[in-house]
């Protein structure tokens, strides 16, 4: 496809130094901890936002927070730039490296550190996944709240540089939320410690700025994390609704009454069809729209607040209501749901928005988006979390088709800018990457970046980390 | 996922096939979370997506293999855990399949690495030979740890590890076995197969007890023999379509003669090979309808004993971990049938955790690729051993000569325990 999103031109002193930061960098890293085979660099070339690609100069695959180090501080002393990888499953390009780029993966970090009930926390290494958390402390009666639906291969580094969310995050918060702790390896080499196992810090929240800086400040090798006692029984409940305005309008009055279940995730009748082709859960297929609800507590918690959403969801005329029956069903509706994305390459090529609005916008946004997309002849597909109006609206395409590609990449921007403009923002969970990096200002005055720019500057004054994501190339400091 | 092929690489029709495997991948990175070789290695090059991506670049490319995708290609197990977990429904079985052929053509192994394939080659899918070669490993086994000491050799010490101490005898004494008189309820071809019969006939003795116990007339078709899994896997492409259709000559015999319900499997890694053999076979216009008929017929034992509705015993106080082969449930999707047997037979019956990781014996895997394959036997073993069960039951041959080498906890056939349950003789390796 016609690339529209520019990356940095690569530094020419340092492609031209290539044989000898491989060597260099073999003796800093084991045999296995180094990837320069230039066949073996292609599947390193892109994330889950595979419309864009570039090549790296070289991968590495550390083992310890001292090996991330030792290839930062290489890597800062003679001025080449660093990707930072966690399972490459960012949906805005997050993880794509570039061509003078040295990519530090953490699929190697992943051992679990100490589990401690009594505190209520984790500490784990950064590669270690998302859901691996909840099962290392599930035996004890705990889970990690947040729940982005890569869940099963996101790394818990990944999710802090992008503070993801995911559907259970309407109760519990998105990551900074549960977050305690970081080791953080500066882009010197330095290693420094951010907060620990409280709930705040003396001095600056510098793990707050840490959290969500998109592999920008530095590199997280080790993480702790607070973990929750499992509810005593959670409930997801299926509501069918004729048409999407209908679903949408019913979110805002839940959640405008007050009411928090623990999660509120929206399909429409094309993303009911796909889900449903994968994981067989039985979503009703008569429905236009449909929302998941999941309320959790004791029986007579879950029976009282559910009575609640019923008679809003009646409101709004709701079609059927169904309480799922067992554990398995539970379970396949959430793999249902989780599965949405992927599942989706079953018809087509996709890619996905991650803009949030206010829920009052949320009808509104949603039949706007369903205009825009048709304005290309194209179609889309939506599941979402809703009771954060975080939107996903899946812009399905042909990616062997160039002008195709060129129409759902244009589309998707007019659905980001429209956002913004409905009082939202550009991205919920997913982070700014390269794919929103152009749209920044869509959604920042000039002094608002600045200021950003100011910061990021601060922990990295080369722009050595990452350093073609998150801010518009132009009008960037010199470095 | 975008791919790049020209009109004229797409006139092969295996190209075609990948190339529409590969448009399907959205390169979203679940596959690398279940995939055994990336938990133990971590490096995306050992996970199905990296591989998909080397698969693509070298098709795409139209290039020979190489030395790198070689390594990365044989380091996958293909244990079909990263199709279970796949949203998108990509097949990466015919997408890995199609580049071990590729690889096999293009590429020129190290002599050793040549000589070791030849040899699996040409004695594991033949019992006589099979049988022969295992009593010679009994008289070498003190070389193991010789071999073991120069890498290029490891695979020979796996061998010598991994054969049996003791060898059964070559004819259970149960074969022929008719069904009971006045109750016949089916007639089934049973696979004899080619190194099960040597390691371990009692399971297939085993499974004849029990079927004719409820009516079911078993016949082993003349001609019949290894399914070709083995040299499949290794992308011997014309081997394995030569051992796909000696068999379904000999079953076309049955299904067109007095008639067959099913084809009956006890090794699932075979069953997975035997129920792709209308896939295998579809480019032979003489074969391709008969071998989608032999795939239709094809089932696990545990498949087909599920649809006799056999009585529900009282429970016998006996804890079994259920290994599920990869070639059960990713291969064939068959992951409750057998588990419900056991259950009805009255074991009480355990899921180890990590139940979707391999044990590392896939085929020739852990000759092949011995280090990977011990951690992963070791991390199994584990797992088996922490629902402190009496005994493992596992379906699939390869498991359990592997899993053997890494417990003393005994490990049997399910039938083996169901054939006990509904009246054969206790199995040998339970403790009196």
Known sequence: MSETIAFLKPRADVLARRSTIIADLADLLPPEGLVHEP??????????????????????????????AAVLRYCHRYGIPVVPRGAGTSLCGGAIPQEDAVVIGLSRLSRILEIDPFNRTATVQAGVTNLAISDAVSPEGFFYAPDPSSQLACTIGGNIGMNSGGAHCLKYGVTTNNLLGVTLVLVDGTVIELGGKHLDAAGYDLLGLVCGSEGQLGIVTEATVRILAKPEGARPVLFGFETSEEAGACVADVIGSGIIPVAIEFMDKPAIEICEAFAKAGYPLDVGALLIVEVEGSEAEMDAMLSLIVEIARRHGVRTVRECQSATEAALIWKGRKSAFGATGRIADYICMDGTVPLSQLSHVLKRTGEIVAGFGLRVANVFHAGDGNMHPLILFNANDPVEAAKAETAGNEILKLCVDAGGCLTGEHGVGIEKRDLMR?????????????????????????????????????? | MQTSFTAEQLVDPQVAESEKILRRCVHCGFCTATCPTYVTLG??????????????????NGRPADAEVVKHIDRCLSCLSCTTTCPSGVDYMHLVDHARVHIEKTYTRPPLDRFTRALLAAILPYPARFRAALRLAGLARPLAPVFARVKALSPFAAMLQLAPKALPSASPASSGLLAEPGLRRGRVALLEGCAQPVLDPGINAATRRLLARFGVAVVSPKGE????????????????????????????????????????????????????????????????????????LARDVTEYLATLDLP???????????????SMQHGQKITL?????????????????????????????????PEISAQLKQRKVRNLEATQPDVVATGNIGCITQIRTGTEIPVLHTVELLDWAYGGPKPARLPA
């Open chain 1, 39 to 68: 066949r073996e660099l292609v599947p390193f070339e892109t994330d889950a936002f595979v419309s864009y690609r570039r090549l790296p100069l070289a991968v590495a695959l550390p083992t310890s927070t001292a090996e991330v």
């Open chain 1, 442 to 479: 869509h959604q920042y005055s000039e002094a608002d970046l600045a200021q950003q720019m100011a910061v990021r500057a601060a922990f990295d004054p080369q722009w050595l980390m990452n350093p073609s994501k998150v801010f518009p190339l132009e009008g960037r400091p010199a470095a």
């Open chain 2, 43 to 60: 490096n995306e090059l050992d996970s199905p997506r990296g591989r998909i991506y080397l698969i693509k670049d070298m098709l795409e």
């Open chain 2, 225 to 296: 023999g290894c399914c070709g899994a083995l040299v499949h896997h290794m992308g011997r492409e014309a081997d394995a379509l030569d051992f796909a259709r000696r068999n379904v000559d000999a079953w076309m015999a049955e299904i067109e003669g007095e008639g067959i319900d099913a084809i009956l499997i006890t090794a699932s890694g075979c069953g997975t090979t035997i129920k792709d053999y209308g896939h295998m076979l579809r480019l032979d216009p003489a074969y391709a309808q008969k071998a989608a008929r032999v795939s239709a």
């Open chain 2, 312 to 326: 529900r015993l009282a429970a016998r106080g006996l804890t079994v971990a259920y290994h599920s082969a990869c």
């Open chain 2, 337 to 369: 049938q057998p588990k419900a047997l056991l259950k009805a037979a009255g074991f009480a019956v355990k899921d180890p955790a990590e139940g979707h990781l391999c044990c590392g014996s896939a085929g020739t895997y852990n000759i092949l690729q």
